[in-house]
T-cell receptor, first 113, second 112 residues
């Protein structure tokens, strides 16, 4: 079992729709959770961080965390073609590995016109 | 504010040669990380510096890899001697606090 699992996609959504990206993780001691956006050939760009259960909203992005289910998601409202990218879920471990990011393989999002 | 910079952007070397990658973190960031993405795989952690000290080097694959951060500013990652399986994209990231990490553009290493 991978430590961080994501559906590789592609996830195709029409422009203006809500894109829902999901991620599960295996380490119950994970403390911090991040979503990165990566355009082809570019570096990962941090777009959301979440540390406690519930929702966190930032503009068109909402991150949702459920530690009991070991599940974190990213919602993108009013999806735009410029949102087309690979979205990487990353988590940190418990106290001893609090800084080390463990990544999923990413979900490719395609926003169609 | 300038972001994380890495040099070179691309390196092609032959098996057995030595390559040194450089990372300049965001100014004021004490935490510096190296990661690697091998084709088709997820990004994997290599090591973490706090200032000039190695905090965690659990991800370093073997003793052919040597990372340094003299003076707590920029860092270098040397691969000596390089093997074919070392090919991939090497990312550097930095953070002020050990949580939100900002990535550089990466160095694409090809070992032939």
């Amino acid at each position: 079992q991978k430590e961080v699992e994501q559906n590789s996609g592609p996830l195709s959504v029409p422009e203006g729709a809500i894109a829902s990206l999901n991620c599960t993780y295996s380490d119950r001691g994970s403390q911090s959770f991040f979503w990165y956006r990566q355009y082809s050939g570019k570096s990962p760009e941090l777009i959301m961080s979440i540390y406690s259960n519930g929702d966190k909203e930032d503009g068109r992005f909402t991150a949702q965390l459920n530690k009991a289910s070991q599940y974190v998601s990213l919602l993108i409202r009013d999806s735009q073609p410029s949102d087309s990218a690979t979205y990487l879920c990353a988590v940190t471990g418990n106290t001893g590995t609090a800084s080390k990011l463990t990544f999923g393989t990413g979900t490719r999002l395609q926003v169609t016109l | 504010e300038a972001g994380v910079t890495q040099f070179p952007s691309h390196s092609v070397i032959e098996k057995g040669q030595t390559v040194t990658l450089r990372c300049d973190p965001i100014s004021g960031h004490d935490n510096l990380y190296w990661y690697r993405r091998v084709m088709g795989k997820e990004i994997k952690f290599l090591l973490h510096f706090v200032k000039e000290s190695k905090q965690d080097e659990s991800g370093m694959p073997n003793n052919r890899f040597l990372a340094e951060r003299t003076g707590g500013t920029y860092s270098t990652l040397k691969v000596q001697p390089a093997e074919l399986e070392d090919s991939g994209v090497y990312f550097c990231a930095s953070s002020h606090l050990p949580y939100e990490q900002y990535f550089g553009p990466g160095t694409r290493l090809t070992v032939t």
